[in-house]
């Protein structure tokens, strides 16, 4: 299997392992060695799951106003933690392409690997609750004929996703392609660069 196809493996078992406990605070071990992209790839794409249903609780529409507030500002923690996980990921192809011999016609992709990969680990996600969807008892022939035929652009869409990665990661060990890393700098989360946060101290 390689790589690509692999970490959508990984974050296949990681969304199935989120829901065998369908609680948005329960804890698990990560099953894989610290320090390998593995280990990396599951932590990353159990952030996506519990995000995901952070985002479902919210938007119920009887939530309480201040345990929505909670849940916003939680939600930005995510946000924060999973665009610090993908670029841990960019720093790891970083290293391991670092010595490659980059074409002096060799072009830049739109996005880095690491980012792929968090498209590729949502999109984990979709497959596997619209693939609910179709299985529901409850649901109108209507709803469930739509669901199915989600379902197969999203399974097209894995197919295309995980050629493209492995093809980019290729190019970029060949010196076809080459990376830049920009790091994200959200700048509502930075205290310096929030007005509104910083407006508060004076």
């Known amino acids: ?8 493996k990984i974050f296949e078992d990681t969304t199935k392992e989120y829901h065998r406990h369908d609680n948005v605070d329960a804890k698990v071990e ?7 992209i593995e280990h990396t790839l599951f932590a990353k794409n159990w ?8 985002e479902d609780i919210i938007r119920d529409p009887n939530i309480d106003p201040v345990e929505a507030l909670a849940l916003k500002r939680r939600i930005d ?27 002096a016609d060799a072009t830049i992709n739109t996005e880095s690997p690491a980012w792929a990969l968090d498209r590729l ?14 299985d529901r008892t409850d649901a109108t022939e209507e709803h ?6 989600k379902l197969a652009v999203l399974l097209e869409q894995r197919g295309d996703l995980t050629t493209a990665i492995s093809q980019l990661l290729d190019d ?9 890393v920009y790091r994200q700098m959200k700048m509502y989360n ?7 946060l910083y407006g508060n101290k004076q």
């Not at 299997?1 to 959508?8: E, I, R, S, T, V």
């Not at 680990?121 to 179709?134: P, R």
Request: charged letters at 25%; aromatic letters at 10%.
């Open 190 to 196: 930075d205290p310096a660069t929030n007005p509104v």
């Open 172 to 180: 970029i060990a060949a010196g076809k392609k080459y990376m830049k």
């Open 121 to 134: 680990s949502i999109l984990a996600l979709k497959i596997y609750h619209m693939q609910a969807e179709v």
């Open 77 to 103: 923690k995510s946000n924060q933690d999973r665009t610090d996980m993908v670029e841990e990921l960019d720093t790891y192809f970083r290293e391991k392409y670092k010595d490659v011999n980059v074409a």
């Open 144 to 149: 469930l004929a739509k669901c199915r035929g």
């Open 30 to 36: 990560n099953p894989f060695a610290p320090g390998t």
């Open 1 to 8: 299997m390689d790589f690509a196809n692999n970490c959508f």
């Open 47 to 54: 952030i996506d799951a519990v995000q995901w249903h952070l």
